[in-house]
């Protein structure tokens, strides 16, 4: 089942961080329902927090009780955990004290989840021995913490106190939302991203490849615990936390870092490789000629998945391939896992018009070890958890 989570945003200059929180926990395909201080308003609107949060954003106990279905009682039950952010040194005290004097902190008395506070005030208020001691009732009492972070703050002064970035917080809601870590141990290699193929110093050859699915499937197998190396080709993402990026530029470079990474106990090929390089690069840029355009002569790339799946000993016990067609999808996809030699395949269809290259939905005809499943179409990120319970499944001690 979907994970949700009640996000209380306080009332600091760090609540527009707030919004980029919501964002990420949508795109790892988290429910996000907010409510906000009454000074939180000041920072940041309910509009853009329902925007992107897709759900109803609650500011006052009477505006609940009056347009929801739902009692503060209920709400507070309502989710696998409420996450305080950005916890000002205020917010804190009354948490600490067990204030209930607004929607807020009656949500924090009378929830029985888990709470995650994530702190950001002015590096005197953080350590003012006031707010330390509220810090110690609020951790004895079992409440987690997301930071915060040392650096410079917004009003100039230079200490901890600082927000944690979001993907940092999401990380630590992740480890809250789902402690079972089955990859525990294992290492995961993952190919990302399309690759660019120079033809000189200024022009390439390239594909519609944004890095998601298989960046989405990095950051699933490293919250079940696994350590990732992510051979990425040129995306605009930003690495994912607890995995290690090696970026490359080209199917040849790829391939070496993917030899560099090994051993590993399981591959994932989400690249989209190109299949060609020139057979010879120009050394400085190619210039318009007057008669015809140039000709390009291409070779062959070497074959990232298959080279993987043929190495020999240090062949990694599962290889996972995808397949990017624009017709007859099955058939295809079934040549492809047999020619490339991958134990698991996942085909999707990228015909233009589709969405799945750059967008955030895909759907899959998984081909596995026996049989082949269609999957509906699903954000990218649910096909990554998807994709790390199966491989969990497969390595957990009572499927051997
Ligand atoms: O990045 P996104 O925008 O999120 O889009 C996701 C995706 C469409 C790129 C992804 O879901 C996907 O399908 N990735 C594989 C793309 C691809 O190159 O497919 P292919 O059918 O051409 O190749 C089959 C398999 O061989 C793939 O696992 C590919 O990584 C691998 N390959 C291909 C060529 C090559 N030289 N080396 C390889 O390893």
Redesign the pocket.
Known sequence: MRARIILIIGGGIAAYKSLELIRLLRKRDIAVECVLTESATHFVTPLSVQGLSGAPVHTALLSLAEDSQMDHIALSRSADLLVVCPATANLLARMANGFADDLATTLLLATDKPVMIAPAMNVRMWQHPATQENLRTLRERGCHFAGPDEGEMACGEFGPGRLSEPESIVTAIEDVLFPHKPLTGRHVLI????THEPIDPVRFIA????????YAIASACARLGARVTLVSGPTALPCPDKVIRVDVTT?CDMLAACHAALPADIAI???????WRLAETATQKRKKQNDAPPVLTLVE???????LSRSGPSRPTLVV?????TEKLETHAAA?KQR?G?DW??A?D?SPGNG????DH?RILFLGDESTESWPSLP?AEIATTLAERIAARFSPSSR
Do not use: M, R
């Open positions: 190919t990302a991203g399309p594909n519609h490849s944004s890095g998601k699915q298989g199917a090929c989400a690249a989209a490789v190109g299949d790339n070497p074959d990232i998945l298959a080279t391939g995808f397949a990017a067609e492809k490339k991958c395949l996942l999707n990228v799945v290259f750059g967008g895909n990218k």
